[in-house]
C-alpha cells in the first residue's frame, strides 16, 4: 500500500522548558506543526501562550529544548534571523504614523524587509514595491483604502492592515496574537473570513491565539489548549471542547 506522505513539518518544538522566577511558562512543550496548518491556542490569562509565540521568534530563549522552523534549529538565532527564515508576526499598528496612507504604511513595510532602507535620497514610491503594495491591499481587501491615511480605516481594517504589513515578509509561518481584539463582534468574522481566505491562498501555516472559541471552531481543525505553560489538549475544537477538564480550563466552568 503506498505510504501516505507526511505533511512538511514547519514548525517543532522538542522538551521546550523556561520560567520566569517561580512562574513556568512553557512547561515541557512538544508541539509540531505542518505546512499548511491554521492552528488556533487557547487558554487562561498567564498560560503561556504569548510565551510560546515569543520562544518561536526567538525574543525569549527557553531553558531547554530544541525549536525547529523548517527543519532549521533556531535556539540562539536573534530575531531578526528567525524572521529572515519565514516568520512573521503581526506588527502593532500602534507604530504606524496614523496620518500615513494606507500604501504608504504597505511601503514602509516593504522597504524595511527589503534590506534597502528608506531616506530622502530612496523614494518610498519604487514601482515594483507600489504593485505589490497594492496587490497584497487588493488580496486583503483594502485596496479602496490605499490612499487614504490609516486613521481613517475601521478597527477591523486596521487589524487586518497590521497582518497585510507583515506580508511584506512573504511568511512561511505567520503568528498571531489576538488578530481580532478590540473588533466588534459583527466585524470579527468578516476579518477573519478575509484573513483565512488569503492564507488559505497563500498556504501560509499560521497558528494564532484567540480567545473566542467559536471564532477557533469555524476556522480551525486543530486547536491547542494551554494551561500553566503546558498544553492539555490537541486536537479538533469541536472534540477538545468536549472535554470537561478543558472546558474549566478555557471558560473557568464545565
Ligand atoms: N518577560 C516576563 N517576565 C516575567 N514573567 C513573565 C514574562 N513573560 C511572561 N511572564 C509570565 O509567564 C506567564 C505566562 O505569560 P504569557 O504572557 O505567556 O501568558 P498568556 O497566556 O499570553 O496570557 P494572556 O491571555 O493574558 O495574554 C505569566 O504568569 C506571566 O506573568
Ligand atoms: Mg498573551
Redesign the pocket.
Known sequence: MAKIPEKTSILRTVDVNRS??M?T?ADNLNIEVGQGELVGIV??????????L?LITGY?RPESGRIQVMGRDTIGLPPRLVTKLGVARSFQIPQLYTNMSVLEGMLLSLAATSGKGTGIWKPLYRESWTAEGLDTLERFGLASYANRPVSELPEGGRKLLDIALSFALKPKLLLMDEPTSGVSIEDKFQVMDTLAKVLQEGEITTIF?E?DMDVIQRYSRRVLV?ET?RVIADGEPERVMADPEVRKAVLGRV
Not at 43 to 52: C, E, P
Request: charged content about 5%; glycine content about 24%.
Open positions: 520566569f522566577g512562574v511558562a487558554g487562561a490569562n498567564g498560560s503561556g501562550k504569548t510565551t510560546f515569543n525569549l491565539v480567545h494551554f505553560g
